[in-house]
């Protein structure tokens, strides 16, 4: 399988919910957002694989390799117009940069005890939105925020904020 996108990413998302947390393998997924015009598969067909998300209660559909079964990209019902790229599937995964002005974290309370929170970032208990698409408040930490067993503790020199 081979695919290519053809634009940068809109956004990234980084997303502890325990749905990534399976299909990755880790505590959570890099997922670089393009429109989905931009994205083509290049080579092999994909299987696609349809779930109902947690969060929103809408489809995702999961685009893996056949032969080796790695998931590349998701579409969703939710957001036509768009689809995530799993980053690790990229030929440069580190050419995606997560900055505070492209990226959000969403799920933290779905982190594992071990995942580090980046500083700057907004930063969402569940989703970044209700079901209706409305917003909810993000919190954005100053420094770097490790997840303990009872919530965000700080790294060292960083400040503690509870989940």
């Not at 349809?50 to 559909?61: A, F, I, K, Q, T």
């Not at 599937?89 to 002005?101: G, K, Q, S």
């Not at 939105?129 to 997840?147: E, F, K, L, N, Y």
Request: include cysteine.
């Amino acid at each position: 399988m081979r695919y290519e996108v053809r634009s940068p990413p809109l956004r990234v998302t980084l997303c502890h919910c325990r749905f990534c947390q399976r299909t990755t393998g880790s505590s959570h997924l890099v997922e670089p957002l393009f429109d989905r015009a931009d994205l083509h598969v290049t080579a092999g067909v994909p299987t696609v694989y349809r779930h109902r998300s947690e969060g929103s209660g809408r489809h995702l559909d999961l685009h893996f390799c056949p032969v080796c079964g790695t998931t590349l990209f998701m579409r969703f019902e939710r957001f036509p117009g768009l689809c995530g790229v799993y980053a690790g599937t990229l030929d440069d995964p580190a050419a995606i940069e997560v900055r505070p002005d492209n990226a959000k974290q969403v799920f933290v309370a779905s982190a594992r005890p071990e995942a580090v929170l980046l500083p700057g970032l907004a930063t969402f208990a569940g989703p970044a939105m209700d079901a209706a698409g409305v917003p909810h408040a993000p919190r954005v930490h100053d420094a770097p925020q490790i997840v303990g067993r009872r919530g965000c503790e700080p790294l060292p020199g960083g400040d503690a904020q509870p989940r």
